[in-house]
Nanobody, 126 residues
């Protein structure tokens, strides 16, 4: 199983980026898929989650209205569209996948995810 994350980079405040997470050896739509981020000296936090069947999406409060998570089942790829980026969004971003549909009380905990992509760095700076 491999998750290949890409799309990070350097962007000015107010700019946009789209992260991609291509999966192989595992079907993303069979479980919950999430994007986490981790800034230096901080804990890894869940940014956004999409459930497998309902497609219900969840966002951490600080990115609501700016980020959009999606999944293309045909391509077995998840995306995170990030708009109106702020310096505080600077972090390494990781995609993660679970073999199960995680419930609300567990989906924000990184230990409940089975597979992880390598981080892709997002830097928001002028």
């Amino acid at each position: 199983v491999q998750l290949q994350a890409s799309g990070g980079g350097l962007v000015q405040p107010g700019g946009s980026l789209r992260l991609s997470c291509a999966a192989s050896g595992f079907t993303l739509s069979s479980g919950s898929t999430a994007w986490f981020r981790q800034a230096p000296g901080k804990e890894r936090e869940a940014v956004s989650i999409i459930r497998p069947y309902s497609g219900t999406k969840y966002y951490t409060e600080s990115v609501k209205g700016r980020f959009t998570i999606s999944r293309d089942n045909a391509k077995n790829t998840a995306y995170l569209q990030m708009n109106s980026l702020k310096p505080e969004d600077t972090a390494a971003y990781y995609c993660a996948a679970s073999r199960r549909s995680l419930i609300m009380s567990t989906q924000f905990n990184p230990t409940n995810y089975d597979y992880w992509g390598q981080g892709t760095q997002v830097t928001v700076s002028s």
